[in-house]
């Protein structure tokens, strides 16, 4: 009697094991435990700040009216492309002073705000172009300072 106990408790947690092992890994579950997997590997995202902070003149018919100082803060995908990014931090800022400067000249995004969604699409087209595409996830994007020049 002790014996077909045993042999049954055995072929129980054999089928239990196979049956949790076909459920994981072949069968419904499959596509959840891919899922709760790549949850777990996802690396951290890391922030870096574009410094110093970014001063953008701001021209009407001619005469500077305003200086905008702009914080940037880069959220990177992964850790991996921290040394590369900030390696090309100096190209990436003057590529996003230069479209800056250019997109602040539009009276669209003067109307729309600094901190519009066209601008910070624009950014984000940069940095993918500069550092390659998926690195740069997203951009914060925050007016500091605006400052009027003296007149003359």
Known sequence: MRIAIL??????????????????????????????????????????????????????????????????????????NLDATNRRMPLLRDAMLTELHSLFALRLVRDAGFESALVKQRLLDICARELGAGIVSEILLREVARHQPPQR
Do not use: Y
């Open 7 to 80: 042999v049954f408790v055995a072929v129980f947690l054999l089928l239990g094991g196979g049956g949790a092992a076909w459920w994981f890994l072949l069968g419904p579950g499959a596509d959840r435990t891919t899922d709760i997997f790549a949850a777990i590997n996802k690396p951290d995202p890391v922030f870096v700040s574009v410094d110093p902070p970014l001063v953008i003149s701001l021209i009407q018919q001619g005469e500077v009216t305003h200086h905008v100082t702009m914080q940037l803060n880069l959220l990177l995908a992964d850790e991996r």
